[in-house]
């Protein structure tokens, strides 16, 4: 579904979600066509950007410098342990292992945590797809189907129709974070949050100018470090690009497979990140692979018809995923090569229930996998060809390209001149992407061409990494005191 700009700011309706009805009443020499269903209707709301600018008054942009944590807010080590609920219980010390490394990721794991504390700060309810988890580590690289590389948001387990101005706290906050870690000046972090706000209402103020054909794939990645003055960032850019371009299947396949008597090949465990299955497991996941099929678009499945299951193995992955059930399954051609697909639990969004508490109406998704891969390929600009969903046992999971050459820039990592380019390119990014299904001119109508949205979020990404920080040092406090489980280095 899309969301529109009729029927009042950010009402969050279907586009043209009318029954096709007989021809009007026409004027003389004009032609009445009927109403179909998914289209608009024309002429279009003319009058987004007067109504986007109207929220102003109801919402003015600098009470989003604001958060108040109310008594209902669960301390770092509840919300690390509800957070944990459902996953495999011997894989969540390595999870509290990961959060409890430094602030930074802390907040890669606490998007819930987070929302909890979002959903009591002011919101226009213009509503967007929303990535959920877009703080600075998940853009990156990755290869399209002409094995080109593209930059763009990559993670999406936490997306869902919802605010847009929760992307860009979360995303203005990391950004202070990761310069923190990096060692740069407060002046420098807080620089880097507001050039990424400014980046992102700079960028759909021009959004909402083009076409709509043209502004759904504007910015392309050739244009990107022009369009947000990124040139310090150029060189990092083009070394995270060098060595996506070997980051594939192959290369992962050649390192973590051996031969097999029968001239194929399997996966050889390398515990705690990868270990083999038993037999009945990997033949479940392997059999699911048969839905999956039927969720990919039909011009695909000759591809996929040219290789032959030939293993399965259980692969841990991330920072906020580590617990879920994750599988990788070694497909191989007719000349041994190989292709690896991720088989990666799809858990409900950890935002869902704030996003209720918050007054936004977000139905239970009729598949989690689905979710995910609808959410991605409505973010992104172009995506994986091979993306889809199945079910393993009961539990959804979603389908994609192990290794599909893809690269990131650890914002931890950059030089402070770096960092303020990376807020920018960022904040253009995730502008496009919010873009593809809020209308454009409602959000470039309330931000308005002058600095104070990106003033106020700016003040608000300070606020909440200083909250972070403090709720990193309970969570290391608690493993310390062994109230819960932790286990480092993996």
Known sequence: MFVRAGGGPGSGEAVGVVDVDGQETAEPGERRLPRVRGFAEWPGNSMAKQEGKALRDRVPRADHALLELDLSRPDATAAVEESSRGRIPELTPIRVGRMAATPFAFLRGSAGLMAHDLARTPMTRIVAQICGDAHAANFGLYGDARGGL???????????????????????????????????????????????????????????????LDAWNAIADEEL???????????????????????????????????????????????????????????AVAASLEQYAGTVSEDRLPLLARYAVHDVAFR????????TR?????????????????VKEARPSALVPHLATAGFDTPKAD????????????????????LGWTTVDGHPFQVRQFRNRKGSVDPAALSPDQLDDYGRMTGALLARAHSHCADPRLIAGYCGKNEELDE??????????????????????AVRAGRIAAETGI
């Open 150 to 212: 593209v930059i763009d948001l990559n993670d999406f387990d936490e997306t869902v129709l919802g605010p847009w101005e929760w992307d860009v706290k979360r995303l203005a906050t990391s950004l202070v974070l990761a310069g923190r870690e990096a060692g740069a000046s407060e002046d420098i972090c807080r620089q880097a949050a507001h050039g990424a706000v400014g980046a992102y209402r700079r960028t759909m103020r021009l959004l909402a100018k083009l076409p709509v």
């Open 225 to 283: 470090v022009s369009h947000t003055d990124a040139h310090d960032l150029l060189g990092t850019l083009e070394q995270v690009a060098e060595k996506a371009r070997s980051n594939t299947s192959g290369k992962f396949a050649a390192k973590s497979t051996e031969p097999t008597p029968d001239g194929g090949r399997r996966f050889v465990a390398a515990p705690p990140v990868l270990s083999r299955v038993p037999d009945e497991e990997a033949a």
């Open 456 to 477: 106020a979020i700016a003040t608000f990404a300070v606020t909440y990494a200083d909250r972070t920080e403090a709720d990193h040092a309970e969570l290391v406090a």
């Open 316 to 323: 841990v992955v991330g920072t906020g995923s580590v617990g």
């Open 326 to 342: 994750s599988y990788v399954v070694l497909l191989l051609d007719h000349r041994g090569e190989a292709l690896v697909l991720q």
């Open 367 to 386: 598949h989690e996998g689905r979710r995910v891969v609808q959410g991605q390929k409505r973010m992104q600009v172009v995506s994986d060809i091979l």
